[in-house]
């Protein structure tokens, strides 16, 4: 499971634009004139139901519906609610037109039915204007604030340059992955990555070319991961998977799969300049389990992860090493 890739900006605002729902001719071509005229962009509606339809697949191109109350059919109190339960028009405002403005009871029944306002009829062409216009503003407001509260949520979980998870993703997730383990008594396995002669890369490439090789092998992995899988990148060329319900030897089939891939699929560096080079790149993996070896207590697993890694750095490595018991006991240590 990977995150889709970042976006790096907001979406640009749009023309405003008004659903009109009228199922008498005159006044739904009344209505949208004025609204013409004030620079609003129209759909429009002869019926309730012809209103949902256009709602159910358009909904989220309006910011905002006008409702005829009196309609054969479905009345415009119905159609008010059931826009309402629509996600795309959930929080769309409705301007109620009404015959029937002085009448109390009609007025409290669009206020219960979830319409923000109300017009009568015959209206005002300058008021009905005025009136969408205000709202459309607020509804426009509202989109706008969710969509930077959803920009902001994305960017606070999701590295920029990969598209993977990051760091402080990967922390959380680990706490819920213990617990999981814990509560299910189901092992997860860590697995740490750490690519190989990174540094030399970034001397003789620049460090342009060293992002294109984290971004070449963030590609690789939603390759080689299964759906409950999660990849995360740890830090400068760091990576670490999470996998769930996974034995240290199902982990380690992963980690061979994705060497591979990444054997058959050499990264050009340096292309335009004097000595471009087709390369493979390797990296350098420890694994390690949450299991009933240690009670699924997966509090150690990162050193435990650590050491492997070292170990596969220390024996030469391209390769990934199982986390043992001799690797726990010798504790955190620096890998490169
Ligand atoms: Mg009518």
Request: hydrophobic letters at 40%.
């Amino acid at each position: 499971m990977s995150p889709e890739p970042p976006t790096t900006s907001l979406p640009p605002p749009r023309a405003t634009c008004v659903l009109v729902v009228d199922d008498d001719d005159a006044t739904r071509m009344l209505v949208s004139r004025w609204l013409a005229k004030g620079g609003i962009t129209l759909f429009e509606a002869r019926s309730g139901e012809e209103a949902l339809k256009i709602a159910e697949e358009r909904g989220d191109e309006f910011d905002a519906v006008v409702l005829d109350v009196m309609m054969p059919g479905l009345d415009g109190f119905e159609v008010c609610r059931r826009l309402h339960d629509l996600p795309m028009t959930a929080s769309t405002p409705v301007l109620l037109l009404t015959a029937h403005a002085n009448d109390d009871k009609q007025v409290v029944l669009g206020v219960e039915a979830g319409a923000i306002d109300h017009l009568a009829k015959p209206f005002s062409g300058p008021v009905l204007v005025a009136k969408v216009k205000a709202i459309c503003a607020r509804s426009q407001r509202e989109r706008q604030l969710r969509s930077k509260l959803e920009f902001a949520e994305r960017h606070a979980t999701v590295d920029g340059l990969t598209g993977l998870f990051n760091r402080r993703h990967f922390d959380k997730r680990l706490r819920e992955e213990m617990a999981h383990a814990k509560r299910h008594q189901r092992p997860f396995t860590v697995l740490m990555i750490d690519l190989d002669h990174f540094k030399a890369v970034n001397d003789t490439f620049g460090h342009a070319e060293g992002d294109k090789v984290l971004r070449h092998v963030a590609a690789a992995m939603p390759k080689v991961l299964r759906e409950d899988d999660m990849a995360f990148r740890y830090g400068g060329e760091e990576f670490a998977l999470i996998l769930r319900s996974t034995t240290a030897e199902s982990a380690m089939s992963v980690a061979e799969r994705l060497r591979q891939l990444l054997k058959s699929a050499p990264i050009e560096l340096g292309a335009g300049g004097s000595a471009p080079e087709n390369k493979v790149v390797t990296y350098s993996g420890g694994l390690a389990s949450a299991d009933q070896t240690n009670d699924f207590d997966g509090e150690a697993i990162l050193v435990r992860a650590d050491a492997a890694l070292y170990t596969a750095k220390r024996t030469g490595r391209d390769r990934t090493v199982v986390a043992s018991d001799a690797d726990a006991l010798a504790g955190p240590v620096s890998k490169r």
